[in-house]
Every structure is written in structure tokens, then in C-alpha cells.
């Protein structure tokens, strides 16, 4: 076999160095001994020399059109056989391309991760861009003919105001008249009581008329839609439920239509399914639809999108929509003088670009020069190898291989890299794009996001192929313009090495300005967890439990409603303190950090009225025996309520510390008379103080706080029940929600929620700032640091001769060492006085967004600059360890 | 079985190529022109002797077929070359008996099997034939 791989070589050989001219006399040469051969044949048949030659020709059909013909084949077939030779030669320099970055894993591991880093987070922000600003709502038919009406009021405290709630008279008269929308229809999302008994949740819930769902163009995937002509009371309550509940609630049932869907206790028929991932005209996921009937006609707040015809400008129908809106009637007072105009339906609620599609845009570009940057890197960490190459590939050169096949040799291992680090990248995608998306969203959008989506598989394509482009090139063409002879020659490139300085000084700068920011949010997350919000935020679950509402509204159905609700709740607690795990439960109507609690105003005895704090109040929630330590707000003076101050019980209050020292400053709060309401109601003693707790949130005023004990005030509706883990994780919900059903049956829905999630809202920007500060200031860190030990390894490798010249002349290791850890961390130094100089300037912009940090939090700024610092000194370690290392007459031979 | 593939033999009936082709024609064998594709198969055949150059292959072929194949040498190279394209035969030069400079065709594992294939298809071909040409009239 050996033998035959030999005579493929030397075929190869001719075949890759032959012409055109070699091919043809080939051929002739082949015929010319055949026909030799045939005239050998015949004039051993005895025939003569003249005879048998003819007979030769003739046999043989030696015409010119013959041979012109043979010639074609033949150069056919030597082209074929030069394909496959080229074919196997791009394989083997494709070996030997992995081979060689195997053999240097450090470094094709530096440029494979960066390069995943970069195209990673790409990823992750287009996948959150396309979503946000390039994807259409999923199952609607052409949704840039869709709008939506807006109105902007003048209120007199808050002055201009848009948003897309419309009145529903408006609609009305639109439905009516309006000609510039063919089709147009209402909606609105709320959360509401979905099902009964164990199986109630609350939901997001959309209403419509019966238009709007098929103006859209969806198409259910079974049973229908809701008919045009079903609006406001004509047909029986119906609902259409969406895949995921279908799924969840009835396993895919087919026969699931024309079933009854208790929603907010009116029974809906069911009378279709809506295709997954289907949410209307709303970036939130809406998991039920209901058609809108008669009593929700008079609600003010409905959102209305129109179809708008074909060759109608928008100025037209905001023209239209100014005349209808001036001659309806029916409109509230407030409402009269709005301006209304049809904008976009992927426009916020207030008309304008939602603030996640703005953050995504600056995510987008973020990483887009975080990909610039680590591309930068990359090429440079590969120049250096060249620099390091230099006698290899001028070895190459010089044997023949050809400047092309050299070219050709540098490229492949940039799309080798590439490519692998391609296939990283799509980890790094999918671990940024959760974290992006559960900051920017929880689960309450519908994302339909996945890695295998041809978006998401063409998007990670195309950066692939375009950073291949660059980094496989780059290197190449450089050693592509190298002359074999003066490659040995050559020196140092000096603008090239100023190029990747000031790249060095530019990452740095960014690196510095992304993890201030990344470290104020993160301050301020720090401060928020150290908040003393007076509860315990943690361990506390907050269960709500609707009763069925009273059906009479008369005093005295209240005032038995009542009654009935604080026997119930008291029930309820007991209940839960038999769960296992639970430490204490109590019974409280007014909650902390959800502003729940109720301005009720007091008089005390030589007081014309108490003081007016900025948090306002007094503000007094009513509580059950237990709740103090339940939701481990802490007593400072005097006593808890006990199960003895109820209903009939000496009026008893517990008020704030604030609240005793205020009402009476100097003097004991303890036993002094407090009357609620009017100064004449009845005394309330004060048995106890206890810490001021936070009222509406994290960001907290002061303010007057008092609790009455249960049953001795009205509990104004809206008790809940407060359930305290004995540790994290103790309390099961399901087995929690079961024991409170099994106590009292008639509950329609519980629901369970942790105390913190009051404060999501607050929390939500900070995460926001958080996560994508400190992920995209994290990535560019890294891809600053591979950046800045390339260069360093690059001047390295080519000061070796001067460094061997030092080393040689008597320089210490120590020397040497300081001098290349210097020359790196003096352009990260310079870089670090940039970023803190473009940091402080741009300190306004964040600060608002911070939680009781300064934008000027020294501590960040310091943190991040010696963070920078220390990273650029090992980056420039390890390299100045390869320079020490040298011995002297190696490094004066390697020039 | 592998290097002599004519030895195939095809479900109904063991024939040789020769008698197959008699069968067909009735017996007329003087002017038969070698059908297109069929020729590939015949160089084959021959080079699963042994290397030949290509008056030698022309020259079994008219030994085996005692010079009633009507044949232009030139289709022969034309074959040939195509085959060596298609990777069925490959050639180097080489010295003959009579140490004369001759191009010398060998045949490749990839040409055995595309001989193999034709063969078969041909002797199912042939068979066919053969059954409809034999046919009495009246007999369904």
C-alpha cells in the first residue's frame, strides 16, 4: 500500500505541476503507440506496412475531430483530479491548523473564549431585541397595519399625561363611526380569579369585544373565536382559554369546549382554544380571554387598536379620531378635553418606546462593541503568534509551500477558532439571555425564546462567518505582505503596536466605566438587603383568602360581613399554625411595604392635631393576637395583644415609636388615651410600642403608624392572613393552601405570595442595572484582560533580543520583570483615568435609578480602579516570566 | 467472488455474456455496435485480468469477441478517460513486453463494484429480453 500511496504522491505531483500543452502530447504519445502496436498486429497478418498503417488509422478513427475530442477528456480529467488533490490538501492544512492550536491550548483557549464571550452576549441581546423591537406579536396577520388609540389629558396636579386607557364611550362612537380603521375592537388585562376551589388562581385575564380577537387575525387551534357581532350581552358569557391553561388545567382535552370556566364567579362557556404563545396586541402573557358583557361597559379604562384601511395616513385618523371624540357625548367630564391619536401598538403605556426596548437597544450596543473589542484581541493575540512564527512560515515559504497555501494555513486556524468558539458561544448565550430576561421580565412575558429558531440559528451564523472574516484574515494578509527574506529581518511594527496600545487604553476605560456602574447597582442592592424595613421580609408569606362578597349593600350587611370575615380569619390561623413548618401565623388587615395600611386620623389630649410628618398618616393597621411576632416587627416598651384584647375588650392600641415619641415627647407613651376618628369616640389605651416599620416601600418617609387588635375596628375589607416560616423552605404552598381550603370551604382562591414581593417593584430597576452592568462590564473585563496579556506576550516575544541584551549586560530578573508588568499597566492606568473621568460625567444619568447611593460612591470608584490595576499587573506577569526566563544567547540567536 | 465479477450469476439463468447477446440479435453478430455504457463494462472486464495499456485491452476484446464487435479504438480512450475521471480506472506509465512506453490502466475497487452492478443489471436486462423474444405467440 505504501508503494501505491507513492505513485499517488508522484501523480499528484505532475498532475499539480503539469499544462495544458503536457496533457495533449500525453494523449497524442498514448495513440501514437497504439497505432504502433495495431501496425505491429496487422503486418504480422501479413499485410504491408502502407496497408496496415491505413487500416490502423482507420481502425482507430484517428480524424482531427477524434483527438480534439480525446484532448477535452483528458484535460477534464486532470482538472478532477486537481480538485480532489486540493480538496485533500485543504484537509491536511486543516489538520495541521488544529494540531498547531492544540499544541498552544492557552492561547487558542484565551481566543476561543473571548470570542464566546463576545458572540455570546450578542446573542443574548438580539435574541431580547428581536423580541422586543423586530418580532412581530406571534399569530397576528400584519401587525404593522395595527394601532392603537391614545390620549393625553391635563391633569391639574400632574399636568400632561398619556397613556392607552380610553373611556368606553369613545369606543363606542368609534365602533360606530370611525371610517380610517376597517376593523376595530377593545380590550383590557387583568389579573382575576380563575376556576374554584383548590384549582383558583389568579390570572391574567383579558376582556374583548368581539371584534378584537379576530381583527388581529388569530386563529384559535380549536373550537372559534368570538363572533363580530357577540358584543355586550347578545350571546351567554364565553371564554376562550390559551394553550398553556388548556394544557395545565384540562391535559390538552379536546373535549374541552363547551365546558363551564369560573371566572371571578360568572360561569363562562369555553368555547375555544388560542394558539400558544398568543397574547394579543400585549408584550405580557394573557392566559384567559373573556368576552366583555354589559357590566364591564362602564368601566373607563379599555384599550382600543384599530385595523387601519389601506391608503388612510395616520394623520388622517388622528383627524378622524379629534372629530369622533369631540361629538360623543357620553364622555366623562375629564376625558373631554383629551387630545386622542392612534400610535403603534408595540408603544408603552404611555405611548412612547417601552423602557425594556430602550435598555435592549443600549444592550445591543454594548455588546456589539464588546465584540469589536474581543475581534481586536483576538487578531492581535494571533499577530503575536505570528511574530513568534516568523521562522516557521519564512521556513515554509522558502521550501515552496507557496505565499498563498501559507495564507491559506493562518486563515484556517482563525476559522477553526472561530468556529469553536461559535459552538461555546452558545452556552454563554443562553446563561446571559436567562439572566437578561428574568431581570427585564419574570415570567410574565410571553417569551417564546429558543437557541434553535431560525432567528436565533441565522443571527449566531452570521456573526460567526463575519468575525471568521476578520480574525481569519487579518494574521493572513499580514504574513501574506511578508517577504521570506525580510521576515527574518523585519523589526518590530511600531504603528501597529500603538494601534493595540490605545485598543488596550480604550477596553480598559470601558471596562472601568461598566463595572462602576454593575458596582453602584450593586451597592445599592447591598443597602437595600441591609434596610431595616422593621418586618422580617424573608420568612413572612402573605395568603389572601376571598370570601364571597356580600350580595345586599346595606350597613348591615357589611357590618355582618364583617363579623363573619374576622371569625373566618381567626379560623384560618389557627389552621395554618397546625401546617408543618410554620412558626406563627396572626390575621392583620394593612400590610407593610405594600402601603395597605389605612389613614385614620387620632386626637390625644393637649394636642390640637398631631404633626404632619412627610410620610403623612397617622396610618393604623388592624391586627390579630401573634402578629408582632409573626411578622418580627419588634417590641420595644409595654405588651403585645394577646387573644384577650378582641371584641368587647377594653379598647387597647400599639403604636410606632416614631408615634410615642412624637405625641409625647419626653413622657411615656404607656397608658396614655388615644381616640380614633372623632375627638369624642371612645379611649383607646396604649399598651405597647413598637419599632416604625416601612409602609409603602424602601424608599420611606417617616410617618405616624398605630395597630388596633382584631374585631375591635371595622376590618374595612381586605383582611389577609401572615404565615412565618420556621426556616427558609419550611412551608409547603400547596400543603398551606390545602389546610386553609379544608378549614373553610367557601374561600374561592388563596393566594400565596411572599411579604418581599411587595417591594419587586423597587427592586426590579436595581436588578435591571445590576445584571446588565455587570454582565456586559464583566465580559468586557475579561476580554480586556486576554487583550492586555496578548499584547504584553506580543512585545515580549519581540523585545526578546533587547531583553537578552539587558539579561546579558547584568540587568536582574526583578529588573526585567518590573519593566514589562510597568510598560502594560501604565496604558490599563491610563485607560482606568479615562473610564473614572467619563464615569463622573455621566454620574447624572444613573443616580436617579440608585437606591441611598451616590453616583460618586467612592468606594466603587477606588474598588474598580485597583480591581483594574491588580488584573493589569498578572496580565503583564505571566508574559515578564516568559521574558526572565530567556536565556541571553537564545534570545541574541532568535533575531 | 471478488476480481472476476462476470461469474455473477442472474436469478433465472446462468448465461455468459456472449450467448446473452446471440440470444438477442438472433445470431447476427457480425455488425454489432457496441451499445453506449456497455463498452465501460467490457474495458472493465478486461482490466479485471490484469493492468493492460490500451491496445491491449483492444485487443482482448477482439480475442474474446473473435472480432465481431464493431469498435473504433478511439471510444475506447474516450471510455477510458472518462472512466479515470470517475475515479473507476487509474493509469500511469509504464514499460510493455516489448519495452515500448505505454500508459497502463488499472482497475480500482470503485471500478469492480460499478463492473458488478452493470453486469447484473445487464443479465436482468438481457434475461428479460430474451423472455419476451422467445415467447410463443398464444401463450399469455
Known sequence: ???????????????????????????????????????????????????????????????????????????????????????????????????GLVRSPSLSGFAVLTLALGIGLNLASFSVLDRLLLRDPPHVIEPDQLLRVYSTVELPSVGAQTSYWIPWPLYQSLRAGVTGFGAIGAYRVQERVVGEGMDARRMRVGQTTGAY??????????????????????????????????????????????????????????VGVMPAGFTGTELRRVDVWVLADSRSAGNMNWQIVGRIRPGTTGAGVDAELMAIHAGTEAEPDWFRSARVFAASVRSAEDGREPFEAVLARWLAVVSGVILLVAIANVVSLLLARLAR?????AVRIALGSGRARVVRLLSLEGAVLVAASGVVSVAVASVSESLVRNALFADEVAWTFSLFDVQMTAALLATVLATALVVGL?????????????????????????????????????????????????????????????????????????LPRPTVFTVDAFAEYDRHETEVFRRLASAARRVPGVEAAAVAVGLPLDGGSIAASVHVAGMDSVPALPGGGPYASVVSAGYFETAGTSLLRGRAFTEADREGSEPVIVVSETMAARLWPGRSALNQCVRIGRPDNPCYRVVGVVKDVHRVGLREQPSLQYYIPLGQQSMFGGASLIVREAESGAVGWPGLRRALMDEEPTIRVVGLTWLRDALDGEMRPLRLGMVTFG???????????????????????????EIGIRLAIGATSGQITRLVIRSGTALVA????????????????????????????????????????????LAGWLPARRAVAISPTEALRTE | MRGSPLNVTSGSASLTLGVGVRMAIGGRLADLTVVKGTLDMLALKALTWRPMHGFEITRWL???????????????????????????????????????????????????????????????????????????????
Open chain 2, 62 to 140: 477482439e480475442g474474446r469477441s473473435g472480432r465481431r464487435l464493431s469498435l473504433e479504438d478511439a471510444a475506447l480512450y474516450q471510455a477510458l478517460y472518462r472512466m479515470e475521471k470517475r475515479g473507476l480506472v487509474e493509469a500511469e506509465w509504464g514499460a510493455t513486453e516489448e519495452n515500448r512506453r505505454a500508459r497502463f490502466y488499472r482497475i480500482t475497487p470503485r471500478g469492480e463494484a460499478h463492473l458488478e452492478a452493470q453486469a447484473t443489471w445487464w443479465f436482468d436486462y438481457a434475461d428479460t429480453l430474451r423472455d419476451i423474444l422467445l415467447s410463443v405467440p398464444g401463450e399469455v
Open chain 1, 389 to 393: 512564527r516568523r521562522r516557521e512560515l
Open chain 1, 830 to 873: 491610563m485607560g482606568v483615568a479615562i473610564g473614572l473621568a467619563i464615569a463622573v460625567w455621566s454620574a447624572r444619568f444613573v443616580e436617579p435609578h440608585l437606591f441611598e447611593t451616590r453616583a460618586l460612591d467612592p468606594a466603587v470608584f477606588l474598588t474598580v480602579a485597583i480591581v483594574l490595576l491588580i488584573v493589569a499587573i
Open chain 1, 474 to 546: 487579518a494574521p493572513a494578509l499580514r504574513a501574506g505582505r511578508d517577504q521570506p527574506s525580510g521576515v527574518l529581518r523585519a523589526g518590530p511594527h511600531g504603528g501597529h503596536t500603538r494601534v493595540r496600545g490605545a485598543l488596550t487604553v480604550f477596553q480598559a476605560a470601558m471596562s472601568v466605566l461598566l463595572l462602576i456602574g454593575a458596582g453602584l447597582f450593586l451597592r445599592s442592592l447591598e443597602r437595600v438587603a441591609a434596610l431595616d424595613l422593621g418586618v422580617d421580609r424573608d420568612r413572612v408569606i402573605v395568603a389572601s383568602a376571598e
Open chain 1, 213 to 270: 380577537l379576530s381583527l388581529l387575525g388569530a386563529r384559535p387551534v380549536r373550537g372559534r373565536l368570538f363572533g363580530r357581532e357577540d358584543d355586550a350581552g347578545r350571546v351567554g358569557p364565553q371564554a376562550l382559554i390559551g394553550a398553556a391553561y388548556w394544557e395545565s388545567h384540562f391535559g390538552r382535552d379536546p373535549a374541552v369546549l363547551g365546558r363551564t370556566l369560573v371566572v371571578d364567579e360568572t360561569a363562562y362557556t369555553i
Open chain 1, 1 to 99: 500500500m505504501s508503494e501505491h500511496g507513492g505513485h499517488d504522491f508522484r501523480r499528484v505531483f505532475r498532475v499539480l505541476t503539469r499544462k495544458r500543452s503536457d496533457i495533449a502530447s500525453d494523449v497524442d504519445e498514448e495513440m501514437r503507440i497504439h497505432i504502433a502496436l495495431r501496425v505491429d498486429q496487422l503486418m504480422a497478418e501479413g499485410r504491408s506496412r502502407e496497408d496496415a498503417e491505413a487500416e490502423a488509422h482507420r481502425l482507430f478513427a484517428s480524424g482531427e475531430g477524434t483527438v480534439r475530442a480525446l484532448h477535452a477528456l483528458a484535460r477534464e480529467r486532470d482538472r478532477r483530479f486537481h480538485a480532489r488533490e486540493s480538496w485533500q490538501s485543504w484537509l491536511q492544512d486543516l489538520r495541521y491548523a488544529i494540531r
Open chain 1, 775 to 801: 454582565l456586559s462590564g464583566g465580559l468586557a473585563l475579561l476580554v480586556a484582560v486576554l487583550g492586555l496579556y496578548s499584547l504584553m506576550s506580543y512585545m515580549v516575544a519581540w523585545r526578546t533580543r
